[in-house]
């Protein structure tokens, strides 16, 4: 399962570092990506990573802002967030790709998902 943690309530302008841990299932040698769903939007891309790290894409909102990463010897992927709007506020879900190399923002993409974990960010 990929356990998404780090979310939390913060005010604009701070930080987050979210984290996405896998148990029972590797992403070691899968690219991986960030999505969020605000209440009444759709699920978006946030950021994406291929296997090896040494890709790494990501949504204009986010650019410049938000860093992902990854440690496969820890089966873990990260994205750090700061200078964070209200914008932001949603819950953000990690996701194992079917691929290794970073397949792009579309969900159908993907094959599994962590659970998510809230950001809200106060004005």
């Known amino acids: 399962q990929l356990q998404a943690s780090g979310g939390g309530l913060v005010q604009a302008g701070g930080s987050l570092r979210l984290s996405c841990a896998a148990s029972?299932?590797?992403?070691?040698?899968?690219?991986m990506g960030w999505f969020r769903q605000a209440p009444g939007k759709e699920r978006e891309f946030v950021a994406g990573?291929?296997?090896?790290?040494?890709?790494?894409y990501y949504a204009d909102s986010v650019k410049g802002r938000s860093t992902i990463s990854r440690d496969n010897a820890k089966n873990t992927v990260y994205l750090q967030m700061n200078s964070l709007k209200p914008e932001d506020t949603a819950v953000y879900y990690c996701?194992?790709?079917?691929?290794?190399?970073?397949?792009?923002?579309?969900?159908?993409?993907?094959?599994?998902w962590g659970q998510g974990t809230q950001v809200t960010v106060s004005s």
């Open positions: 996701a194992r790709a079917k691929s290794s190399s970073w397949p792009g923002t579309g969900l159908y993409e993907y094959d599994y």
């Open positions: 029972g299932r590797t992403v070691s040698g899968y690219a």
């Open positions: 990573i291929n296997w090896s790290g040494r890709g790494t």
